[in-house]
């Protein structure tokens, strides 16, 4: 079992930053990539920016140039630098880490995990 422990959402002004984090935990022998996904009001999740082997990042085009994610190996931690907000990116944050389950030298079974979400809204 691998938990997520997301933090950092909260009411912000347009134009405003923001710092979401997002701890893994639990049976964990490597990590393979970690994301951010956001759900709108009424619309569908969707994904915001990941990063796979440590260092290969991708983002939506609408926080490209605003928005950095990273990654601290030695915590299992990833962050998500969210800078010049808009309204538009009022949502649920979620968290998603993938990778091999176990500890030590064991090895298990892949493990795909999600957190509980975040909230982040972004006054006019």
């Known amino acids: 079992q691998v938990q997520l422990v997301e933090s950092g959402g909260g009411l912000v002004q347009a134009g405003g930053s923001l710092r979401l984090s997002c701890v893994a935990s639990g049976s964990i022998f490597s990590i393979n990539g970690m994301r951010w996904y956001r759900q709108p009001p009424g619309k569908q999740r969707e994904l915001v920016a990941g990063?796979?082997?440590?260092?290969?990042?991708n983002y939506a085009d609408s926080v490209k140039g605003r928005f950095t994610i990273s990654r601290d190996n030695a915590k299992n931690t990833v962050y998500l630098q969210m800078n010049s907000l808009k309204p538009e990116d009022t949502a649920v944050y979620y968290c998603n880490v993938f990778g091999r389950g176990g500890s030590g030298s064991y090895t298990g079974a892949d493990f795909v995990s999600w957190g509980q979400g975040t909230q982040v809204t972004v006054s006019s």
């Open positions: 990063i796979v082997s440590g260092t290969t990042t």
